[in-house]
């Protein structure tokens, strides 16, 4: 969608026959006319093409307010929230690696909270964004946003973050991911595995880690991904896991890591800033790709 061919179908049918049914039409019944018919044509047809674009929404230094259109329930305490864009054809223009900053007046603060997070919709989808949320106990934006109901409205802002993803910019990058701070890791997986048709040859090599085996979020999409694409690892770590587990029991360690962790022949890797809390909350700890080996 965000990078839509200017010869779509909905272009030729809806622009490119009409213009030329026109200007035949005209000849047919009055040459002289052709060069108005062309013109009309070119003016019409132009801002169809335009106003059919879609138009990045994000103002990196302005909070705008988006209508939440639906609420899905996924467990007790985790839900994902789709917020409506102003147009269907709107995008929100967010770069891969990067998130967006929700703020709300909650009462007990002194000042309005700000929270960042990462969508799980992308730039493919129009009109709309989607953010899966963990509510905690602590957690000032993620209780704000479960007690959203329909038609109201949340705060948004960005694009932010230190990083953006580009295409081969690593040979293959290593992620550690804890509860929803799986979102920005799987915003970037699924922009590397769009991008395998263009040529984008990058590894990635996933840890996952929860407390139970419901704490999972996403886990479907993660093993489809892993199947249909081999050069995409997940490993699931559980601290209470189920009788017949195959994954790892207990908390992350650097030999877990240093065994899911392929290393390059030279064993320099570059590290990457981009680190998530277990509730997707751009910190300074808590998940975060750990390690880029140098393409």
Not at 58 to 65: I, N, V
Not at 233 to 247: A, F, Q, R, T
Not at 263 to 282: M, P
Request: one cysteine or more; hydrophobic letters at 40%.
């Amino acid at each position: 969608m965000a990078n839509e061919s200017l010869m779509a179908r909905k272009y030729i049918d809806g622009v490119y026959i009409p213009t030329l049914l026109l200007i035949v039409g005209t000849a047919i019944v009055k040459r002289e006319w052709v060069p108005y018919a062309v013109a009309v044509a070119a003016i019409a047809g132009g801002y169809k093409i335009f106003a059919g674009q879609p138009r990045k929404v994000l103002k990196p230094t302005e909070f705008q307010e988006f209508e939440l259109s639906e609420k899905t329930i996924l467990s007790h305490n985790t839900a994902i929230y789709r917020f409506r864009l102003p147009n269907e054809t709107d995008i929100l223009g967010l770069p891969i690696g990067q998130h967006i900053s929700l703020a709300a007046t909650i009462e007990g603060q002194p000042k309005e909270v700000v929270r960042s997070y990462t969508p799980i919709s992308s730039d493919d989808n129009a009109g709309y964004f989607d953010l899966l949320v963990k509510s905690y106990p602590q957690g000032n934006i993620s209780k704000h946003l479960a007690t959203l109901k329909v038609g109201q409205v949340m705060k948004v802002r960005g694009p932010k973050g230190a990083m953006t993803y580009k295409p081969n910019m690593c040979s293959r990058i290593g992620m550690i991911a804890g509860g929803t701070g799986i979102t920005p890791m799987l915003q970037v997986v699924k922009a590397i595995i769009k991008g395998r048709a263009a040529g984008d040859k990058t590894k990635v090599d996933l840890i996952f880690a929860n407390v139970n085996p419901e704490d999972i979020l996403l886990k479907e999409d993660l093993d489809q991904l892993a199947k249909d694409d081999a050069d995409f690892n997940v490993h699931y770590v559980l601290n209470n896991p189920p009788n017949k587990w195959d994954g790892s029991t207990g908390f992350v360690t650097a030999d877990m890591i240093k065994a899911r962790k392929t290393s390059s022949a030279s064993g320099q890797y570059e590290a990457v800033d981009l680190r998530t809390t277990a509730n997707g909350e751009c910190y300074e700890k808590g998940s975060r790709i750990i390690g880029v080996q140098k393409a």
